[in-house]
């Protein structure tokens, strides 16, 4: 059967399960949007800007564990989405971007709205492509979408010339390669095993990797049956449930207080599917001393990238821990567990509960459930999500972690709630709202029912904070002089606008913001100096964690 | 600081030695030579690399480079069991009064000559880097004109290839 390239663009989508896709229309991708006006089938939900439909395929990835799709037009289109591309990459999340270009014959002319997305997004995705013949376009579609979802996820580019979506060839169709990951050898384990059991006092840090790999499970009977606390950084919190017992939460720059001091006192790590960001680590040299550190982990490279590995497993973590769990023994920690549960209760004891994020972030407990997707921004809110949120399950703590991209939250929750079909809640702060809050048109067209908790306190709070400390409170360009009217903004958009000023106003408030059927826009009033707490200064060990200040 | 010699089988496509280069660039590896060369195997070229560093630059290297899609093979050469060559072609001033001691020095390297005029002469040598070292600096008194090296290339001795190895994307 004889198609165009844009029609082989949609069977190939189809063919990959697709039938939700984030984009902009524009000169160099209007045959494929002409494409997707004749199919009829694909669900396209328009954005206001490309970076929000980058987030949103994002969003959505995350959220649903599917390959996210964005399309976008050639040129500044293009370019529009390489921060939405660049934080898929460092957080690992797949996603297929389809890019239209001029016409091949124009390639390399400097023609109008051209660009070499290509070269730009080399340097961000684990691979791309320029299709300059439309018999190799199938293939490059079939194996796109292999590679962004196969191994250590991410994303993945198509650059599609103009004359490639209108020319025309055989097209057959074809299953989607399966990817699964290769099976761990026990003996690979043996000594992993033998070093778990030799640990008096292990913990487990989880990470993203135990989401990326549907970890949850094994993470939880291999935390059970080893008998270890269990840690998270930011991209793991979900992967193990926050209301079980051996869960310290998360650990690093704003991690609590308990996971640090269990830390230290810790005397192997197992880190699974997590990479020793600086923020994790801190002092990376100070970090492993008198520890024993096995590394499970899909991508060779992270091996003893940050952090050296006493031991390491290149492998799928999930498929690690399954073939792990076997091998090991129900062991008696409990003295140790006790310690851990000490530390966690005295932090509880003395956390400043006064802290109105606090008090906003825990009474939302009340109108979630263990599904509900929270989103978040960049900066203080993200981090007081990050602690006061308890996330039960994977794929609900939707968060840009690696390249800390403020101004992803909006396009995330968006792509959230689409991919969850349920009410999503989105934690961002007035700082990164004014960098996203273009798509709150996408929310309302979409009709979707996003509660937006804005924590706003004039300032960009998380620079504030470290102008504070590191600074000499020298507060340069973070105290924002608007004079946004966020209920009237939210009304002018078509969505609903609540304040939340003081403690009365919050039950109320949320009570009546999940109620609502659309985007609820809640403008929450916090202190211009309320302080994320527990913080690790950066390249710090965990011996100098700042409790109160 | 020590060198180390990357062999690797990469698809012979446009942009990859971008996708490489730009990979040594943004990870702060630095590289004294990249050689890159037809195969036997059309759809692959060869990359021959001469790191400069150490083993934590070493080991991050090949397995970053390694994660590319379009690396299909790589190791690190063993440098008791593998052949290095470098070809060099070197100008020289070489007035016919000094042309004769420059022949002898020919000789000995086992070097050859490929053109002459009246004042200049350019050579041909073949060999493992070191010996071009020292070529290079025998002949320097001379008057260097101009010269090029091509860079290591390298192949393990017996009958192990490269192409026997596995691919990262492979085992994951």
Redesign the interface.
């Known amino acids: 059967m004889k198609l165009s390239g844009a029609e082989i663009l949609i069977r190939c989508l189809k063919e990959q399960g697709i039938d939700t896709v984030f984009g902009y229309p524009g000169g160099c991708v209007l045959d494929i949007y002409d494409a997707i006006y004749r199919d009829g089938t694909l669900r396209h939900i328009l954005t206001a800007h490309e970076q929000g439909a980058a987030h949103a395929a994002d969003g959505y990835a995350r959220a649903t564990g599917r390959t996210g799709v964005v399309i976008a037009t050639s040129g500044p289109g293009a370019t529009n989405l390489v921060t939405g591309i660049a934080t898929a990459y460092m957080d690992s999340v797949p996603l297929v971007a389809i890019t239209g270009n001029v016409t091949v014959s124009n390639l390399g002319r400097d023609s109008f709205q051209e660009v070499d997305i290509?070269?730009i997004t080399?340097?961000v995705t684990?691979?791309n492509y320029?299709v300059k013949d439309i018999k190799n376009l199938a293939a490059t579609i079939r194996e796109a979408f292999y590679?962004a979802g196969?191994?250590?996820k991410g994303p993945v580019l198509i650059d599609i010339p103009k004359n490639i979506q209108t020319e025309t060839c055989e097209f057959e169709g074809a299953d989607p390669a399966p990817y699964s990951?290769?099976p761990v050898a026990a003996e690979a384990l043996a000594a992993a095993a033998e070093a778990i059991r030799k640990a008096k006092r292990p913990v487990i840090l989880a990470g993203g990797g135990c989401i990326g790999s549907e970890a949850a499970q094994n993470l939880f009977a291999f935390a059970k049956k080893i008998q270890a606390p269990v840690c998270s950084t930011l991209m793991g919190l979900g992967a193990y449930p926050a209301s079980d017992g051996q869960f310290l939460g998360m650990i690093g720059m704003h991690g609590s207080d308990a996971a640090a001091k269990t830390f230290r006192r810790a005397d192997a790590v197992i880190a699974c599917g997590m990479r020793f960001s600086d923020r994790v680590a801190g002092d990376r040299v100070k970090f492993h001393e008198g520890k024993t550190i096995l590394q499970f982990d899909?991508?060779?490279?992270e091996?003893?990238?940050n952090v050296p590995a006493d031991l390491s497993v290149?492998?799928?973590v999930n498929e690690i821990l399954k073939t792990l769990l076997p091998l090991l023994e129900q062991a008696d920690r409990k003295e140790w567990l006790k310690e851990a549960a000490a530390y966690k209760e005295y932090e509880e004891a003395n956390t400043d509960k006064s802290l109105p994020a606090y008090r906003i972030l825990t009474a939302l407990h009340k109108y979630v459930d263990a599904d509900t997707r929270v989103a978040t921004d960049v900066g203080q809110h993200q981090m007081w999500a990050a602690q006061y949120c308890k996330f039960e399950k994977p794929r609900t703590f939707i968060s840009s972690g690696g390249l800390g991209t403020m101004g992803f939250g909006m396009g995330a929750a968006i792509g959230a709630c689409v991919g969850s079909k349920k009410r999503t809640v989105l934690v961002t702060g007035d700082g990164s709202f004014h960098m996203d809050l273009n798509e709150l048109c996408t929310a309302v067209s979409q009709k979707l029912p996003l509660v937006i908790l804005l924590m706003d306190n004039n300032t960009l709070g998380m620079v504030r904070q470290w102008q504070t400390l590191f600074y000499g409170k020298r507060y340069s360009q973070t105290t924002l002089d608007r004079k946004t009217d966020y209920v009237k903004l939210a009304e002018a958009f078509g969505a609903k606008g609540l304040v939340i000023a003081k403690e009365a106003d919050i039950a109320p408030a949320l009570r009546e913001a999940f109620a609502c059927d659309g985007p609820v826009l809640v403008d929450c009033k916090i202190g211009i100096d309320d302080k994320v707490l527990p913080m690790i200064p950066p390249g710090k060990s965990f011996d100098s964690i700042i409790t109160k200040i | 600081m020590k060198k180390y010699t990357i062999t690797a089988l990469v698809s012979n496509r446009s942009g990859v030695l971008t996708r490489v280069s730009g990979l040594f660039a943004r990870r702060g590896f630095n590289i004294d030579s990249l050689c890159v060369c037809a195969t036997e195997d059309e759809k692959l070229s060869r990359m021959t690399i001469v790191l400069n560093g150490d083993d934590y630059t070493l080991a991050q290297m090949t397995k970053q480079m390694d994660k590319l899609i379009d690396v299909k093979k790589i190791t690190v050469a063993d440098e008791d069991a593998s052949i290095f060559r470098e070809l060099l072609l070197i100008k020289l001033a070489a007035p016919a009064q000094k042309r004769s001691e420059l022949l002898e020095i020919k000789d000995v390297y086992k070097a050859k000559v490929v053109d002459l005029s009246p004042e200049s002469l350019v050579m041909e040598i073949t060999g493992e880097p070191n010996k071009l070292d020292g070529f290079v600096k025998v002949v320097e008194p001379y008057g260097i004109l101009e010269m090029a090296r091509t860079g290591v290339t390298a192949l393990a001795r017996g009958d192990k290839c490269l192409n026997d190895l596995t691919d990262y994307n492979e085992m994951i």
């Open positions: 290509a070269g080399m340097p684990k691979h320029i590679i196969a191994g250590r990951p290769r899909i991508d060779a490279a091996i003893d990238k290149m492998a799928d």
